[in-house]
């Protein structure tokens, strides 16, 4: 059975930063790209961020883009998610997910195995 864990959310002031962790229980992970979703309440899921199975690719959501790094280290099954310049609009429960294949793909259904979701809340 897959397991990721999600850790790092928080509350934390607008302008503030957050890193958010993804860890994998199975080596397999590092065949696959890896992705952050959002949902905020009464929304539907959201595309985030996607790193692909070796880094090499990325892809992130206009509304982040320049302000989130997607990275990942192989070695300890792990995919983070750097949160710069938060603004309120990021609150939300943040899921992370790995794919099927290698390329970092921004659709839900590209991404077969999910995490619970840790929640991160921005005040203005």
């Known amino acids: 059975q897959v397991q990721l864990i999600e850790s790092g959310g928080g509350f934390v002031q607008a302008g503030g930063s957050l890193r958010l962790s993804c860890t994998h229980s199975?080596?397999?992970?590092?065949?696959?790209?890896t992705a952050w979703f959002r949902q905020a309440p009464g929304r539907e899921r959201e595309f985030v961020a996607a790193?692909?199975?070796?880094?090499?690719?990325?892809r992130y959501s206009d509304s982040v883009k320049g302000r989130f790094t997607i990275s990942r280290d192989n070695t300890n099954n792990t995919v983070y998610l750097q949160m710069n310049s938060l603004i309120p609009e990021d609150t939300a429960v943040y899921y992370c997910?790995?794919?099927?294949?290698?390329?970092?793909?921004?659709?839900?259904?590209?991404?077969?195995?999910w995490g619970q979701g840790t929640q991160v809340t921005v005040s203005s």
């Open positions: 790193i692909s199975r070796a880094a090499i690719s990325t």
């Open positions: 997910a790995t794919g099927a294949g290698p390329a970092p793909y921004s659709g839900a259904r590209n991404y077969n195995d």
């Open positions: 199975k080596r397999s992970f590092t065949s696959v790209a």
